[in-house]
C-alpha cells in the first residue's frame, strides 16, 4: 500500500555537519510532500514542503527536493547547529483521504 | 491565531480509570486527527474527522476507545478502562482540507500506573 520509508536512525552529528536524511514514498499519482520536525517535548511542527514535483521546500537552512523520477524527498541541511537536534517526520498527503501518511521518523543529535 | 489546543498536557491515573483527553481545532479547520506516539509503535493514527463526522477509525486499538466530534470546534478522545499500555502522547491535528498542512497541538502525555 501507499507508505513513507525514511532512514532510520539515530543520526549523531557534530555542529556544522552535513546533513541528508533519506525519505521515499509510494503513490499512484503526485501528493503533497512534506517534512515535519518534533523537538523534545513538543508537538510536531511543519518544516517544510512541496506540492508538485521538482518543487524545492525550503525554511531554517533545510531543503527537500520532489523528485517524481525517484520518489524522493531527502532532508538536507548544509551545516548543522545543536538547536537542530530533534526527531524529523517524513510525510506524504493521503489523497482523497484526507489524512497525512508519515515515516517513523529519524532522531537527530547534533553535538557541539 | 491559536493553534491547537489540548488539555490536560499531563495526566497521571490509576489502572481503571477514564481518561478525557480534549482537543480545540484550528478555527475553520475541516479535519481533526487524534494520533498516539510511543517509543515502541512511533506515530499511529488512531481516528480523523471531517466535518464533524469519523471517516476513518481503523486505528483506534480497541473498543476500550472512542472519541467523538460534537462540534466543529471541540473533539475528546476517551479510554474506559484506562491500562498501563496506553501509557503514551496523544496529538490531536487539523487541516483546512485534503493535502494541506496538518498542524499539531502540543500532545497530552498520559501516564498509567
Known amino acids: 500500500g501507499d507508505s513513507v520509508t525514511q532512514m532510520e536512525g539515530p543520526v549523531t552529528l557534530s555542529e556544522e555537519a552535513f546533513l541528508t536524511i533519506n525519505c521515499t514514498y509510494t503513490a499512484t499519482g503526485y501528493p503533497s510532500l512534506f517534512w515535519y520536525v518534533q523537538y523534545p517535548g513538543e508537538g510536531l511542527q511543519l518544516l517544510l514542503k512541496?506540492?508538485?514535483?521538482?518543487d524545492k521546500g525550503s525554511n531554517k537552512g533545510f531543503e527537500a527536493t520532489y523528485r517524481k523520477e525517484t520518489t524522493s524527498f531527502h532532508l538536507e541541511k548544509g551545516s548543522v547547529q545543536v538547536s537542530d537536534s530533534a526527531v524529523y517526520f517524513c510525510?506524504?498527503?493521503?489523497?482523497?483521504?484526507?489524512?497525512?501518511?508519515f515515516g517513523k521518523g529519524t532522531k537527530l543529535s547534533v553535538k557541539p | 491565531d491559536a493553534g491547537v489546543i489540548q488539555s490536560p498536557r499531563h495526566e497521571v491515573t490509576e489502572m481503571g480509570q477514564e481518561v478525557t483527553l480534549r482537543c480545540k481545532p484550528i478555527?475553520?479547520?475541516?479535519?481533526l486527527f487524534w494520533y498516539r506516539q510511543t517509543m515502541m509503535r512511533g506515530l499511529e493514527l488512531l481516528i480523523y474527522?471531517?466535518?464533524?463526522?469519523?471517516?476513518?477509525d481503523s486505528g483506534m486499538p480497541e473498543d476500550r476507545f472512542s472519541a467523538k466530534m460534537p462540534n466543529a470546534s471541540f473533539s475528546t478522545l476517551k479510554i474506559q478502562p484506562s491500562e498501563p499500555r496506553d501509557s503514551a502522547v496523544y496529538f490531536c491535528?487539523?487541516?483546512?482540507?485534503?493535502?494541506?498542512?496538518?498542524?499539531f497541538g502540543e500532545g497530552s502525555w498520559l501516564t498509567v500506573v
Open positions: 474527522f471531517n466535518n464533524n463526522v469519523p471517516i476513518d
Open positions: 510525510a506524504r498527503d493521503g489523497g482523497s483521504q484526507g489524512n497525512l501518511i
Open positions: 512541496a506540492t508538485k514535483a521538482d
Open positions: 491535528a487539523s487541516s483546512r482540507s485534503t493535502g494541506n498542512t496538518i498542524y
Open positions: 478555527s475553520g479547520h475541516d479535519y
